[in-house]
Each structure stands twice: as C-alpha cells, then as structure tokens.
C-alpha cells in the first residue's frame, strides 16, 4: 500500500514537472491544450494522477481547466504582474516590518545560511533548486511575523502565481541580484531596522515585477524571449 502510494506520488511529480518545463520553455503555448491521453500513454498510468496534477498546475497559475474541454495552458496580462507583484511587495513589507520586532538571532543566522546557499546555485544557474531555496528565505521572516493571517493571505497570493516568480528569477541576472537584495535585507533585520527591512523588501518584489515586464535596462532578456516565457496575453 504504502509503496503504490509512494510510485503515485512520484509518478505526479513528473508530470507535474513535465508540464511546467513545457510552459516555462515555450513548447506548451498559452491557450494550448494539454492531452490527457497522451500524457496518460506516456507514463503508462490512468487520467486519475493526470487530474490531479492538473488541479495542481492550475492552482500554480500553469492550466486553466475549462469544463468540458479540459486543461489548457494559461495565459497573464500585463495588469496581471502589475497586480500580482503591488500587492505581493505591500503584504511582503509589512511582514518584514512586523519580522523585526520578532526576529530572532537564530533565525538571522538561517537566513544567512539560505542566501549563502542561494548565491552558490546562482553561480551554477540552477533556476529550479533557486526557486525552491529562495522560497525558504520569504518564508522564514514571514513566519517571523507571527501574524498567521498575513501568512496565509500572502501564500494563497503567491502560489497562483509560481510561474511568474519562476520566469522572473530565470531572466539573466536576476538571481545574483536576487542575493544581494537579500544581503540588505538581513542587515536590516539584525540592525532591527523595520522601516529599511520594509522598504528593501518592498523594492525586491517590485523589481521582480519590473524585469518580466521589461522595465530594467540590465535585463538581458528580449522582449519577444520574455513573452514567450510568459505567453503574455498582449
């Protein structure tokens, strides 16, 4: 019982992982259907796993799955990252604003470990390791925060939005910036300075938002390479 549950999950996980990569890359394309019965083929299994990696891709921002026609890949505006990443950097603040007042030296010290890991996988280009490793560090002052409200409210946001966090780090750049930002960030908390640790944090999300929409002339990425990542809906 418990392997079949353990060959499930694993199976899940690389369809999950099949789709995603298909997106980021381009070869699924926004408003393309994505075939359960090839998938279905592919992995030799039933549409049961396949449906739910879908619920799950689609909670991520990945599908949209419509009734009756099934899953096909999403597509965002350019008010979508507007929106997403203004009110990301509002929560974001106040959580490392309220983090100061709670922050620990412990928890200082991880973060510093977490960035420095961080800054090794931006040396060998491993977006999706980064991703995931970055994803420790927001979460680790969030908590700090102690307010669970804001917690839930800022991981139900960024959740849906998982691909546009994931083509936003992969842009040229972007995650070596992304660790010296946080360097300022942890100074800011040990120096129990709220209203810097809001600020930098706040200036950290909007950057994320600037560079997929092209606003910041050190973003190699073209605008047609970054519309394709995002299949923008233009």
Do not use: W
Request: hydrophobic share 40%.
């Amino acid at each position: 019982m418990k392997k079949n549950l353990e060959k499930h999950l694993t199976l899940r996980e690389r369809i999950l992982e099949t789709i995603r990569d298909a997106i980021i890359k381009g070869s699924l394309k926004a408003g393309e259907k994505v075939a359960e019965p090839e998938l279905a083929e592919r992995f030799g299994i039933s549409r049961t796993p396949i449906r739910e990696a879908f619920r799950q891709l689609e909670s991520e921002g990945y599908l949209k799955v419509i009734p009756r026609k099934g899953a096909v890949v999403a597509a965002f505006s350019e008010k979508d990252i507007e929106e997403f990443y203004a009110i990301k950097s509002i929560l974001e603040g106040y959580a490392a604003k309220r983090a100061c007042e709670n922050i620990s030296f412990k928890e200082i010290e991880k973060l510093e470990t977490i960035n420095s890991k961080l800054a090794m996988l931006a040396e060998g280009s491993d977006v999706k390791q980064f991703f995931k490793v970055h994803n420790d560090f927001h979460d680790l002052f969030i908590k700090a925060a102690n307010n669970e409200k804001l917690y839930e409210m800022i991981n139900g946001l960024v959740s849906k939005f998982q691909r546009l966090r994931l083509a936003s780090l992969s842009i040229p750049g972007r995650m070596k910036n992304s660790v010296e930002e946080h360097e300022k960030i942890i100074d800011a908390f040990r120096k129990k300075n709220p209203g810097a640790a809001e600020k930098l944090v706040r200036k950290n999300a909007e950057y994320g938002g600037k560079v997929l929409m092209g606003g910041d002339p050190a973003a190699t990425m073209k605008p047609s390479e970054r519309s394709a990542m995002l299949h923008l809906d233009l």
